[in-house]
Nanobody, 126 residues
């Protein structure tokens, strides 16, 4: 049984930093494309960042590029999203996702992922 468990969400002030984590069991992150998505209340899902499987290549949404960093620790089977210079419009529930089959051009599409965490809330106040 595959499980992705997120942790590290919380409430911060604008300009602060926060790191969220996602630990997997039942799959190996190194052989899967891993990604972070987010959803704010009443809004569509938004792709945040990803690392394509079997590579160290990282990809980001324009809205977070330069502020967020995705990383993966294969030894711990854990992925991270370090978020700097947080702004109120970063407030959302953040979800980790993994896929062993998503194609490169579709990695920013949530429909491509078969494994999901339960989400962790990040709230940024001004």
């Amino acid at each position: 049984q595959v499980q992705l468990v997120e942790s590290g969400g919380g409430s911060v002030q604008a300009g602060d930093s926060l790191t969220v984590s996602c630990t997997a069991s039942g799959i190996t992150f190194g052989t899967h494309t891993v990604a972070w998505f987010r959803q704010a209340p009443g809004m569509d899902w938004e792709y945040v960042a990803s690392i394509f499987r079997r590579t160290t290549n990282k990809y980001y949404a324009d809205s977070v590029k330069g502020r967020f960093t995705i990383s993966r620790d294969n030894a711990k089977n854990t992925m991270y999203l370090q978020m700097n210079s947080l702004q109120p419009n970063d407030t959302a529930k953040y979800y980790c996702a993994a896929s062993g089959r998503v194609i490169f051009s579709n990695q920013n599409n949530k429909m491509g992922y078969e494994y999901w965490g339960q989400g962790t809330q990040v709230t940024v106040s001004s």
